[in-house]
T-cell receptor
Framework: AQKVTQAQTEISVVEKEDVTLDCVYE???????LFWYKQPPSGELVFLIR??????QNEISGRYSWNFQKSTSSFNFTITASQVVDSAVYFC????????????FGEGTQLTVNP | DTAVSQTPKYLVTQMGNDKSIKCEQN?????MYWYKQDSKKFLKIMFS???????INETVPNRFSPKSPDKAHLNLHINSLELGDSAVYFC??????????????FGPGTRLLVL
């Protein structure tokens, strides 16, 4: 069975600090996909990134970067120079290749960036 | 243009009532989903349809019934509403390959409150 764990329930930082959100996953499939979504206070779910299990290259998009390590089953998300607008709940999610795109979400991490 | 839309955005109703939530996507996707987000922000899949065919049916009370009149619409009917049904319900869509791992794009959510 697939499982995603986000051990950090809440993180609070001061603006301009770097922050890393942890995500650990469990799956028996060799083909799987990992995602991060952002849920700002307005409530919508915003797609951030998708990664497949065969691509361990780290990715950077502006202030966002993702570190995928199969050896530790982790897919961590770092925000550099955080801003108040980054305050949101961030979800890590997993989809197995055999599960028909079913997304299994972690519990989410509430990030608060204070001015 | 809104990619995935849901109506209504808010729904307040009494226990025992029957209600429906509508979802429409204009992305040309073949697969649509319903997720439930509980009071602790935990997201869990309920149903998935591919081209009007039910492909995922999680352990959901049979008071919940999805209906897909065409591949651009997926509605959720809830009969005999209970207090525990209070949650945010998200509709999502993805292109439609059944191999898994597709990026899902979410609607704005419908906040249901059962009194």
């Amino acid at each position: 069975a697939q499982k995603v764990t986000q051990a950090q329930t809440e993180i609070s930082v001061v603006e301009k600090e770097d922050v890393t959100l942890d995500c650990v996953y469990e799956t028996r499939d060799t083909t799987y996909y990992l995602f991060w979504y952002k849920q700002p206070p307005s409530g919508e779910l915003v797609f951030l990134i998708r990664r497949n299990s065969f691509d361990e290259q780290n990715e950077i998009s502006g202030r966002y970067s993702w570190n995928f390590q199969k050896s530790t089953s982790s897919f961590n998300f770092t925000i550099t120079a955080s801003q108040v607008v980054d305050s949101a709940v961030y979800f890590c999610a997993l989809s197995e290749g055999t599960s028909g795109s079913r997304l299994t979400f972690g519990e989410g991490t509430q990030l608060t960036v204070n001015p | 243009d809104t990619a995935v839309s849901q109506t209504p955005k808010y729904l307040v109703t009494q226990m025992g009532n029957d209600k429906s939530i509508k979802c429409e996507q204009n992305l040309g996707h073949d697969t649509m989903y319903w997720y439930k987000q509980d009071s602790k922000k935990f997201l869990k899949i309920m149903f998935s349809y591919n081209n009007k065919e039910l492909i995922i049916n999680e352990t959901v009370p049979n008071r919940f019934s999805p209906k897909s009149p065409d591949k651009a619409h997926l509605n959720l009917h809830i009969n005999s509403l209970e207090l525990g049904d209070s949650a945010v319900y998200f509709c999502a869509s993805s292109p439609g390959r059944l191999a898994g791992g597709e990026t899902q794009y979410f609607g704005p959510g419908t906040r249901l409150l059962v009194l």
